[in-house]
């Protein structure tokens, strides 16, 4: 039997469909953006950077002039800039059909975010989970929608301290922040779709991984740089696993696409299953609360 090997030749003609897209301007994010842009969609690139962000554009307009990009800004550090964008969004949109939580921070030097949380926790999952429940109404009205949220094989070595999720008790290891961070991501991705599938038509919500990928993300880590040159595969290939999420016909709910080989460091998406602590629902469930505490954003979920 042939291996499968998924990639943008699988993804279907998106014309009317709208896709937000975080982190846009480099690495999995732009790669995603403009694979999509490509299928017809309307891209909505949500960026910090409105500069970079327009340089995308350009780019995705010089290979293709009709691509319909829409930079709206967004900085996932900051709540205010999280409902302002959310705001305009529900606004200027009457359906949205796939949210991509691509944006991410690595490794990173300790800081905190606008609203004093640790940089990665408050970056990577709490600015999502704010955005998500922001944009969830909108997200629900449009059928057949998706929410993805694009984990990493980091989440292996996480362990959230739920008492000290900003560190402000322990010593700060960088690297053990990233891996609670995407180990949130897993969390959310399997709690939220819990709370969904009690409705049926509700949006699926799914998660993926992009394997060892070369991207700016490494830019705060010396080894990790370095050993790009060993395993590093290419932003196109890594990019595949949220694509895949995202647009994939046969994809449900719950579901995990991401790097099989070599520890799950190379090769095109296929459906895999995260690792044993990321379906704690317990570990889920007291996320879910200190999420809602902290952003303050409650669900819209009926």
Known sequence: MKKEIWNE?????????????TGPTSGLGKETSIVLARKNATVIMAARDLKKAESVKKEILNENKNAKIDIQELDLCSLESINSFTETINKKYKALDVLINNAGIMACPH????DGFEIQMGTNHLGHFALTGLL?????????SRIVNISSIAHKSGNIDFEDLNWEKRKYKSWGAYGDSK??????????????????????????????TTTELQRHSGGANFMNIFFGQKVKVGALGGLRAATDSNAQSDDYYGSPSFGEMKGHPVLLKSNALSYNKDNAKKLWQLSEELTGVSYAID
């Open 9 to 21: 030749s699988n993804i279907l003609d998106q014309t009317d469909k709208v896709f937000i897209v």
């Open 136 to 144: 969830l109404p909108l997200i629900k009205k449009t059928e057949n």
């Open 183 to 212: 180990l949130a991501n897993l969390y959310f991705t399997y709690e939220l779709s819990r709370k969904l599938k009690l409705n049926k038509g509700n949006p699926k919500v799914l998660a993926a991984h992009p394997g060892w």
């Open 111 to 114: 800081s905190k975010t606008k």
